[in-house]
């Protein structure tokens, strides 16, 4: 059973450009979660989804940022017209439901450079 | 709110030693608490979570924790350091169970291993 999968590993886009990073879910799994983590900083909640809906997206900023988890493939995280301090490893995990007695696992991250 | 104080941005100790990495939470409702490693270019893995069962957690690879409601503390503890043990660790909050649905991160703290 193949882990979090997320790609690319490293993105490197311009000002202005669009990112896209994709996360494949644990095999089984239909919650995902995205985490930002800034330079020397804690990771940060982002969004969280459970095939085709949105629960959560509390952590999202209110513009050039948004996700999907659609019925078929990926979970994808988009981030319009990148600015310098969009620059961040993104992480996302996944788990096999909410509540208490579950356990979610995290992908090794896509880390973004803005050039 | 949520919030997690991780004393110490590096800790070094020798290989053999006793390693303690602090805690301190903030949260309003009864906390899920979590303690995360993460090696270098890899994703987070979970070490041990609490969640109002035992005060005393125990975790993979010989680590523990204690969760102390009076002293809003969650340590976490090895008798004996490894030279594997060296990578970063994040200890984590939430209120929503056992997932990785916003959650809300320390900093982290580097550990150092000293041959």
């Known amino acids: 059973n193949a882990g979090v999968m997320q790609n690319p590993r490293h993105l490197v886009r311009r000002r202005g450009q669009e990112a896209r990073l994709r996360c494949s879910p644990m095999?089984?799994?239909?919650?995902v979660y995205w985490y930002r983590q800034l330079p020397e900083e804690g990771l940060k909640f982002m969004v969280y989804?459970?095939?085709?809906?949105?629960?959560?997206e509390s952590g999202m900023p209110k513009e050039r940022f948004s996700a999907e988890f659609p019925k078929e493939g990926p979970s994808i995280l988009r981030i319009q017209q990148v600015v310098r301090g969009d620059s961040a490893a993104y992480f996302c995990?996944?788990?096999?439901?909410?509540?208490?007695?579950?356990?979610?696992?995290f992908g090794q991250g896509t880390r973004l450079t803005v050039v | 709110a949520q919030s997690v104080t991780q004393l110490g941005s590096h800790v070094s100790v020798s290989e053999g030693a006793l390693v303690l990495l602090r805690c301190n939470y903030s949260?309003?409702?009864?906390?899920?608490l979590f303690w995360y490693v993460q090696y270098p270019n890899q994703g987070l893995q979970l070490l041990l979570k609490?969640?109002?069962?035992?005060?005393l957690v125990k975790g993979i690879n010989g680590f523990e924790a204690e969760f102390k409601k009076s002293e809003t503390s969650f340590h976490l503890t090895k008798p004996s350091a490894h030279m594997s043990d060296a990578a970063e660790y994040f200890c984590?909050?939430?209120?929503?169970?056992?997932?990785?649905?916003?959650?809300?991160f320390g900093k982290g703290t580097h550990l150092i291993i000293q041959p």
């Open positions: 995990a996944s788990s096999p439901r909410r509540g208490e007695n579950t356990e979610a696992f």
């Open positions: 095999k089984g799994h239909s919650h």
């Open positions: 989804l459970q095939k085709e809906n949105i629960i959560d």
């Open positions: 949260s309003s409702v009864p906390p899920y």
């Open positions: 609490y969640t109002s069962a035992a005060t």
């Open positions: 984590a909050v939430s209120d929503r169970g056992g997932g990785a649905d916003g959650l809300t």
